[in-house]
């Protein structure tokens, strides 16, 4: 998924050695090492092995058709991979259903109940695309006429309404992305301009909540998801306690967060334009040392002096633009038998610190698939987002710190303004993600009024209750509710950057030991272990809110 920024392919390598002795066996073949703790567990019956080899195949395949989907492979090859992966799902579904779980000890029922689940929510067979598909090159229909009654299907016409706005936003007479907007808006000294090229995004507001009317797509949307969901707390619920948080401290432990801002910032109220313009100084002046054609090369030189060679690890990347992108940033399997190859999925038309920020996130992601080393059962994302999310800003969060400038780009701006820039897009993820429960728990509410209360009160940003400038995100439509995992990996990652700093030591201007040592102490578990148990070893304790108000109040100037 997409980095927490509001700002916000290398050819596949031959099998190279991890740089980690440990698991250096383990980067050219499918082996997979007992659990961490305990004793080894039995032979799992013949059975069960038959189905989850089948399953590592079928799983592979699908990755590689999805995969081929997103980067616009030709439709024949798109066809012949369609078709394997429909023979080994065909073979899968058989295999599972009869291997006797009673049989089964633990581990080999938990390593069926995933399989079996996997099979029926995400492994859904898959019709090859015809001949002539090819990636939409005109906007889909977006009058309200049009808007589907049905949740899934008015979710889906929303975000295809979403990614064509967001990509073709007018700026005299240019077409420009909405990133690219935002980062203009933080970079332009003269306040006018800066107020045009915000409401230069209106068209993408519209496209999720219209003119705010009762009947708008969102509206609509948010009242659907919130009579779906039953549970007050919703499936993110369950997630955020898997991650060690109490999902009741949750939301009081967020508002401590943008109260520290709060308490840490002027308390001048600005305009939403000038409020990103304030936060952006580290933008202006450093983004000029990162142009476009050295956004990856950058990105896979701080990941090589931390000891992770991409190229080693089989990341694929595809950044350059195409019609009928996605328009989010995410990360995602390529492949995962014999062994995994991540992808990482962006567009960007320019570089720039932002940018930057963004793609050392994905690439986060792609570094801790490529250090999962479990039996092919557990072979995917850990079942936490909000730890998922956490982990991947390890590094990402470093390009605010000013030794880390001077490393990599030869030059710094202020500990404070850097701390502005770094924390500007986390509290803003907070408060969208305050936004979201808010609405779910009273769908009937105006979402703009809810937006103006929730940033003037916290961020004070003046209300404009008229504009929906609060739906520019792309997963407020996509995955409701998905705000939150990055709220609560915001809390997830100071503790565990916290915690690597005094058990393994800095790692700002780079050490080649570090990936060697998080991988198999934070990264390699994948469904093998809850996500709990990991945070709550590693950490050695449960996950408190006091890293992060610490790290924030850095930003507050030294007492006469």
């Known amino acids: 998924m997409p980095t927490p920024s509001v700002f916000s392919g290398v050819p596949r390598s031959r099998c190279l050695p991890l740089p980690w002795l440990a698991l250096a066996a383990l980067a050219c073949a499918p082996r997979f090492p007992a659990p961490a703790t305990g004793s080894p567990a039995p032979a799992a019956p013949a059975a069960l092995a038959r189905a989850e080899s089948t399953y590592a195949a079928a799983r592979d395949a699908r990755d590689r058709y999805d995969v081929g989907v997103a980067s616009g492979e030709p439709a024949r090859s798109l066809s012949d991979l369609a078709t394997t992966f429909n023979q080994r799902r065909a073979r899968l579904r058989a295999q599972l259903a009869a291997v006797d779980a009673a049989a089964l000890d633990s581990t080999d029922g938990r390593a069926l109940g995933t399989m079996r689940a996997t099979l029926a929510r995400d492994l859904d067979a898959v019709a090859p695309p015809s001949r002539g598909a090819s990636a939409a090159a005109s906007p889909p229909s977006c009058r309200d006429g049009d808007a589907p009654a049905r949740l899934d299907s008015l979710r889906a016409w929303t975000y295809a309404c979403y990614g064509w706005a967001q990509s073709h936003v007018a700026v005299g007479t240019d077409t420009l992305d909405r990133l690219s907007v935002l980062g203009m808006v933080a970079t332009t000294d003269d306040p006018a301009r800066r107020r045009a090229l915000f409401l230069a995004l209106e068209p993408v507001w519209r496209s999720v909540n219209g003119t705010d009317q009762p ?130 999925f962006a567009t960007y038309r320019a570089g720039g610190l932002d940018n930057l920020n963004e793609l050392l996130h994905e690439t986060g992601h792609a570094v801790h698939l490529a250090a999962i080393r479990t039996r092919p059962a557990f072979r995917d994302w850990p079942d936490s987002d909000p730890f998922t999310e956490a982990v991947a800003d390890v590094i990402a969060l470093d390009v605010y710190e000013p030794a880390w400038q001077l490393r990599w780009l030869g030059d710094s701006v202020p500990l404070a303004e850097s701390l502005r820039g770094r924390y500007g897009g986390i509290v803003l993820d907070v408060a969208w993600a305050l936004f979201e429960r808010r609405m779910l728990r009273a769908p009937a509410a105006d979402p703009n009024r809810v937006w103006s209360a929730l940033t003037s009160e916290y961020l004070r940003i003046r209300p404009h209750p008229e504009l929906g400038w609060w739906a520019m995100r792309g997963q ?29 030591g800095p790692f700002v201007t780079g050490d080649s030991t570090w990936y060697a040592w998080v991988a198999p102490r934070l990264y390699r578990f994948g469904l093998e272990r809850s996500t709990r148990e990991v945070v709550e070893d590693f950490l050695g304790g449960p996950v408190t809110p006091g890293p992060l108000l610490r790290d924030l109040a850095r930003m507050r100037p030294p007492s006469p």
């Open 215 to 344: 009947a708008s797509p969102y509206r609509r949307m948010i009242a659907l998801e919130a009579a779906s969901r039953g549970a007050p707390g919703g499936p993110g619920a369950g997630q955020i306690a898997a991650s060690g948080i109490p999902p009741d401290s949750l939301e009081p432990w967020l508002e401590a967060v943008l109260r520290a801002w709060r308490d840490a910032t002027s308390d001048t109220c600005m305009e939403p334009w000038d409020w990103l313009y304030e936060n952006g100084r580290a933008s202006r002046d450093l983004s000029p040392r990162i142009p476009l054609e050295r956004l990856a090369k950058l990105d896979a030189e701080v990941f090589r002096a931390l000891g992770a060679d991409l190229p080693a690890l089989r990341v694929h990347f595809d950044l350059a633009p195409r019609a009928g992108k996605d328009p989010v940033a995410y990360t995602t399997f390529g492949a995962r038998a014999p062994v995994i190859e991540p992808w990482v």
């Open 476 to 504: 407020l439509v996509d995955a409701p509710g998905y705000m939150m995992n990055y709220a609560a990996g915001a809390l997830l990652i100071a503790a565990i950057r916290q915690r690597i700093h005094s058990r393994h």
